[in-house]
């Protein structure tokens, strides 16, 4: 078989799992919101990888973002409006307009340093959710809000009771995301950002406003990531400062190492990995910490090149 | 009207004086030759020319317009191009991918989301067209990392060569290469010098191509300029030959 | 009212010779190894909860002075068995791995000592307020601020004068260099690595003290010693030292006037250092690609 036709085949299978997933999930021990959480934070760390894995730069501070789209949108349900679409857009809006913001102050920086300011950054939102009570709900989350059916003129779909109609509306927007962050990469633009990941120095001499290109793949990647977390919150019907917290951010980043970050479907798999285990580890022992900081420790040490790396690797010996 | 003047050119590094006071003027089609010991200060000339470096003083011009402080990126859009000593490529991409990324940069594509097929397969054929005359076509679909440093090399300049520079900027472009891969480049240079008029500097250690190639050459010595001339000039040239080519062998 | 601000500036000394003290160690190993210690507040907690665990045979005193050596023994372990497999590769790898650690030690501890707070008992002597007037003065926070200000010197002593120290300098500096001059770097980056934890250990215990023990306490302090390092400048020791002070006090002023922005000044001191001069107050150029 070509490489076209092994792509094609493997696209089919990944639709496939996805379309039919909330139908047999229950006979592997899952459950519809499962399957739900799944896409939601594949979308995240999906995202991520388009800066880390296709840009070639370590943001470890993405929750700040998701938390901000969580946020964006169960504010703007619970204050501004019962309904979920402006929820979204505002989630989506906030969070990208915010990495806007910071990506400018942070765009010159490199590897460590720009690793470490983000997760400084992802922080400063951290705590104005924790500390801002009235309006954030603090550290209690923010409650009393609700997603709400979908009005499409002509019937109304009930996302809220009926959760495998919520695992569809989920699963459009993981489409979308997918779909455009497959068509940016595949883009004149995207290869720019190949070249930078590939030689900074090289991209640059070809005349590449570097900085100004990882601005826009930061900002790109944090407007899927903040999409990715208002779904979140409408999937809780509920968020808290933990969404946007530092080690949600590093769970971001170990999903997609753990599937294999220089692979576009990498993270999904390492994120419905990662999300089973957690799932499956926080019901079953109080010490789920150990098990999913070995989890960090074992990837780190034996899989560093991801599952789908794996693969790779084999064929390419 | 001079393609690029730098005058007076210097640049510290802390109390290490790298370049030190140099000028130089280059006229459209000409190719010149940078020559000096190790040590001398051309990578950092070549560094301040392509904008890696800002000169402590100084002034650079390309076609009159002020560069001194022009980030890379914007000198190559003003024309320039450059490779370096030690071969820049993407390593993880296929030679047709890392000629790709400068063609379509080339086309002014930079930010375009998709092509038109149009577009798509303008594009391929000007790939194509380089990968012809760098003599890669055979080897295309590899990952650049995998190959010899000969073809790296010939990437790298094909590269350069896809921005449509008139100001071409060759750092050592023969070093660590065999006999026969120093020929075909060579021949290349010359090629592009005599037939396509493309203006070039480098800076070279081997000889035998700065004295086949070059219409004029530049001495560097101790960040200072040692002699200037034609290259029967700089052959002639005592200081040159004390200095420089007495101990080069 | 100059009693309201001599407290909050002198609150803020105290929390930022913490972040200091905390950061330096964060520092050290940075500079010389290239690797972000996210597990640097797990190290705190152990050194705090060894403390805990010694005082009722060796007291206070004993507990001080052996808690911070047993948590950089522990640190030199750590290193010579996880971190040093990761140098020279993608610094993700060494956060990733870091940050599982902290996940780990987080766990353990509580698995070993509980996930309620413990009391940490400090003698008599350093309980007592100094002065009347200045009631916050206790003895224990001068004590804090007095044994900080010794470490830290101790560290720039050791650094400077030593031939270890001279060797963490230099191969700061320029790794190579130091390797082809005949320096085991890996025997030096184990080394350098445990003196970073000792400093962990040593905020532990005094942390303890302060603010009371739980397994989250390490948790809390991480942070900002990030923005100490990120303020101050990568490379500098001095920079990292400058920036936990800073930092703390603007921190301390803020919890007086505007008590919710605690912790958000510091973010916003790191914008604003950022925005002006990215490389940090006296971080060298170059460090920060």
């Known amino acids: ?317 | 009207m001079t393609l690029l003047r730098v005058e007076g050119a210097s640049c510290k590094f802390g109390s290490l004086v790298a370049v030190d006071q140099v000028s130089m003027t280059v006229q459209p089609g000409e190719l010149r030759a940078v020559i000096g010991p190790n040590g001398a200060g051309k990578t950092t000339f070549f560094n301040l020319i392509s904008g890696y470096i800002t000169p402590t003083s100084g002034k650079i011009f390309l076609d009159d317009r002020d560069i001194t402080r022009m980030p890379p990126h914007a000198r190559i859009a003003h024309g320039m191009a450059r490779t370096f000593q030690i071969t820049e490529i993407f390593p993880e991409l296929s030679i047709r991918e890392n000629l790709r990324i400068p063609v379509e940069l080339a086309a002014g594509h930079r930010l375009k989301p998709w092509l038109s097929s149009a577009e798509k397969s303008a594009v391929a054929a000007t790939v194509d067209g380089f990968l012809a005359m760098g003599g890669l076509g055979a080897k295309a679909d590899r990952l650049v990392g995998e190959l010899s440093h000969g073809d790296q090399r010939a990437t790298e300049i094909m590269m350069a060569l896809a921005l449509k520079p008139r100001l071409l900027l060759l750092d050592e472009p023969t070093a660590g290469m065999g006999d026969q891969e120093t020929y075909d480049i060579t021949r290349l240079i010359r090629s592009l010098h005599k037939d396509q008029k493309l203006s070039i500097v480098l800076i070279e250690h081997d000889m035998r191509v700065v004295f086949h190639l070059a219409d004029r050459i530049m001495v560097l010595a101790e960040g200072r300029t040692l002699a200037e001339g034609t290259p029967q000039e700089i052959a002639g040239n005592a200081a040159v030959q004390a200095a420089y080519l007495g101990n080069a062998a | 009212m100059t009693q309201l601000i001599a407290l909050s500036v002198f609150n803020g000394l105290i929390v930022g010779a913490f972040y200091a003290l905390m950061a330096l160690g964060l520092s050290l190993i940075l500079n010389l190894s290239g690797v972000i210690n996210f597990a640097h507040g797990g190290f705190l907690a152990i050194g705090a909860y060894i403390a805990y665990s010694l005082m009722p045979y060796v007291g206070f005193w004993g507990a001080l002075i052996l808690a911070p050596f047993l948590t950089a023994f522990i640190g030199l372990i750590v290193e010579r068995f996880l971190i040093r497999r990761l140098y020279g590769r993608d610094p993700l790898y060494s956060l990733l791995l870091t940050f599982g650690l902290a996940y780990i030690i987080e766990d353990v501890t509580r698995m070993i000592w509980g996930a309620q707070s413990v009391p940490f008992q400090v003698p008599a002597l350093l309980t007592t307020p100094l002065s009347s007037d200045f009631f916050f003065l206790t003895g224990y926070r001068m004590f804090m601020v007095v044994l900080v200000a010794i470490a830290v010197g101790a560290l720039f002593l050791i650094l400077k004068k030593t031939r270890l120290g001279m060797r963490i300098r230099a191969g700061t500096h320029d790794l190579e260099t130091v390797s082809a001059l005949g320096v085991n770097v890996r025997v030096l980056r184990n080394l350098n690595f445990g003196l970073g934890i000792y400093l962990a250990g040593l905020a532990g215990v005094l942390a303890a003290g302060q603010l009371g023990l739980q397994p989250t306490i390490g948790t809390s302090l991480i942070m900002p010693s990030f923005v100490a390092i990120i303020v101050g400048g990568l490379g500098s020791l001095t920079g990292t030292l400058l920036g936990g002070l800073l930092i703390g006090v603007a921190s301390g002023i803020a919890t007086i006037y505007v008590p919710s922005a605690t912790e958000a000044i510091m973010y916003v001191i790191m914008g604003l250092v950022l925005l002006v001069r990215p490389r940090g107050l006296l971080g060298e150029e170059g460090r920060m690609h």
């Open chain 1, 1 to 317: 078989m070509t490489e076209r036709a092994n792509k094609a085949t493997a696209l089919a299978v990944i639709w496939l799992i996805l379309l039919t997933m909330p139908y047999w999930l229950p006979y592997v021990g899952g459950y519809t919101e499962l399957g739900s959480r799944i896409l939601v934070m594949a979308m995240a760390a999906m995202a991520l990888n388009f800066l880390l894995g296709f840009t070639g730069v370590l943001s470890f501070g993405h929750a700040a973002y998701f938390g901000l789209g969580a946020y964006g949108a169960g504010m703007t349900i619970k204050y501004l409006a019962p309904s979920t679409g402006l929820g979204i857009l505002v989630g989506v809006v906030v969070g990208t307009l915010a990495a806007a913001i910071i990506g400018a102050l942070i765009a010159r920086l490199r590897g460590v340093y720009f690793a470490m300011v983000t997760i400084a950054f992802g922080q400063t939102f951290y705590f104005i959710t924790f500390r801002w009570n009235e309006v954030t709900g603090g550290d209690d989350g923010l409650t009393g809000w609700q997603r709400q059916p979908i009005d499409l003129g002509f019937t109304t779909v009930d996302i809220l009771a009926n959760d495998k109609a919520f695992y569809y509306f989920v699963l459009i927007f993981f489409a979308l995301a997918a779909a455009g962050m497959a068509l940016i990469l595949r883009s004149p633009f995207g290869r720019t950002l190949l070249a930078i990941r590939e030689n900074e120095r090289r991209a640059r001499f070809l005349g590449i406003p570097v900085e100004r290109h990882i601005w826009m793949s930061f900002v790109v990647s944090c407007f899927f990531v903040s999409l990715a977390g208002a779904l979140y919150a409408l999937l809780n019907n509920f968020t808290d400062p933990r969404a946007l917290r530092w080690d949600q951010s590093g769970n971001f980043v170990i999903m997609a190492v753990l599937g294999g970050m220089r692979s576009f479907w990498g993270p999904l798999i390492g994120a419905a990995i990662f999300v089973a285990l957690q799932d499956y580890v926080s019901s079953h022992t109080e010490n789920w910490m150990s098990i999913i900081g070995l989890v960090f420790v074992l990837v780190v040490l034996f899989f560093p090149r991801g599952i789908l790396g794996i693969k790779r690797r084999r064929k390419a010996a």
